[in-house]
């Protein structure tokens, strides 16, 4: 809604502080929600080495013409059942994360994520995933 009402720079701030609440409020154990990327903004959502080889398998996988659309993967781990779902690079995305960054917006995020590799998407990308995380229960 910020971006809509307010603009670009203003939903940098919003996505800010409610991205991370927002991820929080619906991590309810035995549930964690997380976001990752290749190309992370903030450090704090940086891919584990298996992680990084889910996204890039991913990757591969959109490269060899499956619809982003279907871009899956779980797997049960020791520390719990994973499931990735790919989030599509859209166009209201460019805003923030596209080749073409408003000064502002370059501005505020430098501001905010000083070490941000989130930028250069192009529609269609896959700009990330979202990580479901269900733990495993110690008996």
Avoid at 107 to 132: M, S, W
Wanted: glycine share 6%; aromatic share 8%; hydrophobic share 35%.
């Amino acid at each position: 809604s910020s971006m809509k009402t307010q603009g670009p720079v203003a939903a940098i701030t919003a996505c800010n502080i409610s991205a991370p609440a927002i991820a929080s409020q619906h991590s309810q154990t035995p549930w964690q929600i997380s976001r990752s990327s290749l190309k992370i903004r903030n450090p704090n959502n940086s891919p584990d080495a298996w992680l990084q080889q889910v996204l890039m398998s991913l990757e591969q996988r959109k490269e060899n013409g499956e619809a982003i659309s279907q871009l899956e993967y779980s797997e049960h781990r020791s520390d719990g059942w994973y499931f990735v779902k790919a989030i599509a690079t859209t166009e209201p995305c460019l805003a923030c994360h596209g080749e073409k960054v408003l000064p502002a917006v370059k501005e505020k995020l430098a501001e905010l994520y000083p070490n941000d590799q989130a930028t250069g998407f192009k529609l269609g990308d896959i700009r990330g995933v979202f990580v479901v995380k269900q733990e495993t229960f110690k008996h």
